[in-house]
C-alpha cells in the first residue's frame, strides 16, 4: 500500500489487526486473529524481558508449553542471526538488533498475513538493506501473505507482487494497482535492476505525484 | 594535576581523616567549648558507651519498628490506592487533590495530631512514617501507569496477550520500576516519620534519645545519635541499592 501521508495507511493496518475500530466497514479475513502478525515502525521489546524471552513470549500467549516456546525461540533467533544474544536485555542491542529481535518474535507464531507499518523506516541503509532480504528470504519460504505499508517508492516496488495506490485522504480510496512482475525468489538490490523496474517506477511516481499535487490545489 | 575519578574516594577519605585531627587538636587545645562542640574522641565515647552499656538497642528496636512499619504500610496502601486510581477514573477524581494537598504540605506537621490519635506508642511514629512515604509511592505508582509506554500495551495485546498478561508483563514491572526508583527516598521518609514522632512524645526511641540529650545539653551524645542514623540510612541504602540493582539489570 503505497500512499500520501494521511491517507489512513496506518489506520487500515491497524483495523484489520483489531488495534482500532473501522469508522465505516467492516474487516473481513479468514484468519484467526492470532494468525495476523504486525511489525510498526517503532517497534517496542519489553524492555525487562531478554531477547529470548521477548520472542517466547508471543508463543507462550499462543499456548505454546514453556519448553516448547524456549526452543522454538531460540531457533527463531538463530534463523534471524541473532543466535548468542539471547540472554541480552533490548537495552543492550543494536536498533537493527532489535529489529530483528520484534521480527523473530512475530515470525516465530508462524503467522499467516504479516502486516508491515514502515518497519525498517528507522535503520540505516545497510542494516536496513540486510534485514529486509532476511525478512524476503523467509517470508518466499514460509509462504506468509504480506501487506506492507510504506511511503517508499523503491521498497515498495522490490518487495510487492501488486502495488496499491491510495488517493490523499480524508476518505482515501484505492485508486489503481500495479502489479509487479519481477520474478520470485527476490533479491531485494537486484530486483532494482530488473527491466520492468525503472518504468514502473516512473509510472508510480507520476502518479502519486498527482495524488498529493491534486490535495495541494484543492488545499489552495 | 589531573585527578584520577577512581580514587576521588582516598582523597575524600584523607581529607575527611586531616578534619577530624584539626578538630581533635583544635578540641585538646582547648580553642572549642566542649558544650557546642565535643571533640571527635568524646562523641566516640559517647557512641562506644551507648552500645558497651546496651542502652541503645531498644531505643534502636523502637526507631526501626516504627520505620519499617511505616515504610513497608506505606508502600503496599500506596501502591494499592496509585492502582485503583489509575484503573478507576472516579476515585482518582477524588482522591488525586488529597494526595496532592497532602503532598504540599510538610507531612511532618501532622506529628502532634497523630500523638493526639494514636498516643505517645509506637503507633503514631508508625503512622507518620506511613504517611509519609504513602503518598510518595502513591504518585509513583499512579504515574508508572499512566506513563506506561502504549507501544508495549499494543506489542502484548497484538501477541495475543490477554487482560492479566497485560498486567503481568506491562503494568507490573513499570510500576515496580517506578516504586523502586522511589525506594531510596521512601526509606529515607520512613526514618524522618520516626524520628520525628518520637521528637514530639515518646519513650523511646533514637528521636526520644536526640531530645533527651538537646534538654541535658548533652551534646557528645547528640554528634553521636547523629552519626548513628546516618550509618544506619546508609546502610539500608546500599541493600536498596543492591535490590535495586539486581531487579533492574534490564536497566
Same mark, same amino acid.
Not at chain 1, 40 to 67: I, S
Not at chain 1, 162 to 173: E, F, I, M
Not at chain 1, 177 to 192: G, L, M, Q, T
Given at each position: 500500500m503505497l500512499g500520501p501521508s494521511g491517507? +489512513?495507511?496506518s489506520s487500515l493496518l491497524r483495523a484489520v489487526i483489531g488495534l482500532q475500530e473501522p469508522l465505516a466497514g467492516t474487516v473481513e479475513a479468514?484468519?484467526?486473529?492470532?494468525?495476523? +502478525?504486525?511489525?510498526f515502525q517503532d517497534d517496542a521489546l519489553l524492555p525487562w524481558r531478554t531477547a529470548h524471552d521477548n520472542v517466547a513470549l508471543g508463543l507462550r500467549f499462543q499456548g505454546h508449553e514453556p519448553r516448547r516456546a524456549n526452543e522454538e525461540a531460540e531457533a527463531w533467533l538463530g534463523r534471524l542471526g541473532l543466535a548468542g544474544f539471547g540472554g541480552r536485555f533490548p537495552r543492550h542491542l543494536s536498533g537493527g538488533q532489535r529489529k530483528r529481535v520484534a521480527l523473530a518474535q512475530v515470525l516465530a507464531r508462524k503467522p499467516r498475513l504479516l502486516l508491515m507499518d514502515e518497519p525498517f523506516a528507522s535503520l540505516d541503509a545497510i542494516v536496513r538493506q540486510r534485514i529486509v532480504q532476511d525478512l524476503v528470504d523467509l517470508v518466499e519460504r514460509e509462504r506468509i501473505a504480506v501487506l506492507l505499508v510504506t511511503h517508499d517508492l523503491e521498497e515498495a516496488l522490490s518487495l510487492?507482487?501488486?502495488v496499491y495506490l491510495l488517493s490523499q485522504g480524508p476518505r482515501a480510496h484505492i485508486t489503481q494497482h500495479y502489479p509487479v512482475p519481477i520474478p520470485r525468489p527476490r533479491n531485494v538490490v537486484h530486483a532494482r535492476m530488473h527491466a520492468a523496474f525503472a518504468p514502473l517506477y516512473e509510472r508510480l511516481w507520476h502518479d502519486l505525484s498527482r495524488e498529493v499535487g491534486g490535495a495541494c490545489a484543492e488545499a489552495a | 594535576m589531573v585527578l584520577d575519578p577512581a580514587r576521588a574516594w582516598m582523597r575524600q577519605l584523607l581529607a575527611?581523616?586531616?578534619l577530624?585531627?584539626?578538630w581533635e587538636t583544635a578540641g585538646r587545645a582547648g580553642l572549642l567549648n566542649p558544650l557546642y562542640f565535643p571533640s571527635p574522641g568524646r562523641i566516640g565515647e559517647a557512641l562506644t558507651e551507648l552500645f558497651e552499656t546496651g542502652r541503645i538497642w531498644p531505643h534502636l528496636e523502637a526507631t526501626f519498628s516504627a520505620a519499617i512499619a511505616g515504610l513497608v504500610l506505606g508502600i503496599v496502601v500506596g501502591i494499592v490506592i496509585g492502582v485503583v486510581a489509575a484503573l478507576v477514573p472516579l476515585f482518582a477524581e477524588l482522591i488525586e487533590p488529597v494526595m496532592t494537598l497532602l503532598n504540599a504540605i510538610p507531612r511532618v506537621i501532622l506529628a502532634p495530631l497523630f500523638v493526639i490519635w494514636l498516643g505517645i506508642?509506637?503507633?503514631?511514629?508508625?503512622?507518620?512514617?506511613?504517611?509519609?512515604?504513602?503518598?510518595?509511592?502513591f504518585f509513583a505508582t499512579f504515574a508508572g501507569i499512566r506513563q506506561v509506554d502504549r507501544r508495549l500495551v499494543e506489542r502484548v495485546v497484538t501477541l495475543g496477550g490477554d487482560r492479566w498478561a497485560l498486567v503481568r508483563h506491562v503494568y507490573l514491572p513499570s510500576v515496580a520500576a517506578w516504586v523502586m526508583s522511589n525506594l531510596k527516598v521512601a526509606v529515607g521518609f520512613a526514618f524522618t516519620g520516626a524520628v520525628v514522632g518520637e521528637f514530639v512524645a515518646a519513650t523511646r526511641g533514637l528521636g526520644y534519645l536526640l531530645s533527651f540529650a538537646q534538654s541535658t545539653y548533652n551534646s557528645a551524645l547528640m554528634f553521636a545519635l547523629v552519626l548513628l542514623i546516618m550509618v544506619i540510612v546508609l546502610v539500608i541504602f546500599a541493600i536498596a541499592g543492591r535490590l535495586e540493582k539486581r531487579l533492574f539489570r534490564w536497566n
Amino acid at each position: 500500500m503505497l500512499g500520501p501521508s494521511g491517507s +489512513g495507511k496506518s489506520s487500515l493496518l491497524r483495523a484489520v489487526i483489531g488495534l482500532q475500530e473501522p469508522l465505516a466497514g467492516t474487516v473481513e479475513a479468514e484468519l484467526d486473529r492470532s494468525e495476523i +502478525g504486525i511489525l510498526f515502525q517503532d517497534d517496542a521489546l519489553l524492555p525487562w524481558r531478554t531477547a529470548h524471552d521477548n520472542v517466547a513470549l508471543g508463543l507462550r500467549f499462543q499456548g505454546h508449553e514453556p519448553r516448547r516456546a524456549n526452543e522454538e525461540a531460540e531457533a527463531w533467533l538463530g534463523r534471524l542471526g541473532l543466535a548468542g544474544f539471547g540472554g541480552r536485555f533490548p537495552r543492550h542491542l543494536s536498533g537493527g538488533q532489535r529489529k530483528r529481535v520484534a521480527l523473530a518474535q512475530v515470525l516465530a507464531r508462524k503467522p499467516r498475513l504479516l502486516l508491515m507499518d514502515e518497519p525498517f523506516a528507522s535503520l540505516d541503509a545497510i542494516v536496513r538493506q540486510r534485514i529486509v532480504q532476511d525478512l524476503v528470504d523467509l517470508v518466499e519460504r514460509e509462504r506468509i501473505a504480506v501487506l506492507l505499508v510504506t511511503h517508499d517508492l523503491e521498497e515498495a516496488l522490490s518487495l510487492s507482487d501488486v502495488v496499491y495506490l491510495l488517493s490523499q485522504g480524508p476518505r482515501a480510496h484505492i485508486t489503481q494497482h500495479y502489479p509487479v512482475p519481477i520474478p520470485r525468489p527476490r533479491n531485494v538490490v537486484h530486483a532494482r535492476m530488473h527491466a520492468a523496474f525503472a518504468p514502473l517506477y516512473e509510472r508510480l511516481w507520476h502518479d502519486l505525484s498527482r495524488e498529493v499535487g491534486g490535495a495541494c490545489a484543492e488545499a489552495a | 594535576m589531573v585527578l584520577d575519578p577512581a580514587r576521588a574516594w582516598m582523597r575524600q577519605l584523607l581529607a575527611f581523616a586531616i578534619l577530624l585531627a584539626i578538630w581533635e587538636t583544635a578540641g585538646r587545645a582547648g580553642l572549642l567549648n566542649p558544650l557546642y562542640f565535643p571533640s571527635p574522641g568524646r562523641i566516640g565515647e559517647a557512641l562506644t558507651e551507648l552500645f558497651e552499656t546496651g542502652r541503645i538497642w531498644p531505643h534502636l528496636e523502637a526507631t526501626f519498628s516504627a520505620a519499617i512499619a511505616g515504610l513497608v504500610l506505606g508502600i503496599v496502601v500506596g501502591i494499592v490506592i496509585g492502582v485503583v486510581a489509575a484503573l478507576v477514573p472516579l476515585f482518582a477524581e477524588l482522591i488525586e487533590p488529597v494526595m496532592t494537598l497532602l503532598n504540599a504540605i510538610p507531612r511532618v506537621i501532622l506529628a502532634p495530631l497523630f500523638v493526639i490519635w494514636l498516643g505517645i506508642g509506637v503507633a503514631s511514629k508508625v503512622a507518620l512514617a506511613f504517611i509519609l512515604v504513602a503518598v510518595l509511592i502513591f504518585f509513583a505508582t499512579f504515574a508508572g501507569i499512566r506513563q506506561v509506554d502504549r507501544r508495549l500495551v499494543e506489542r502484548v495485546v497484538t501477541l495475543g496477550g490477554d487482560r492479566w498478561a497485560l498486567v503481568r508483563h506491562v503494568y507490573l514491572p513499570s510500576v515496580a520500576a517506578w516504586v523502586m526508583s522511589n525506594l531510596k527516598v521512601a526509606v529515607g521518609f520512613a526514618f524522618t516519620g520516626a524520628v520525628v514522632g518520637e521528637f514530639v512524645a515518646a519513650t523511646r526511641g533514637l528521636g526520644y534519645l536526640l531530645s533527651f540529650a538537646q534538654s541535658t545539653y548533652n551534646s557528645a551524645l547528640m554528634f553521636a545519635l547523629v552519626l548513628l542514623i546516618m550509618v544506619i540510612v546508609l546502610v539500608i541504602f546500599a541493600i536498596a541499592g543492591r535490590l535495586e540493582k539486581r531487579l533492574f539489570r534490564w536497566n
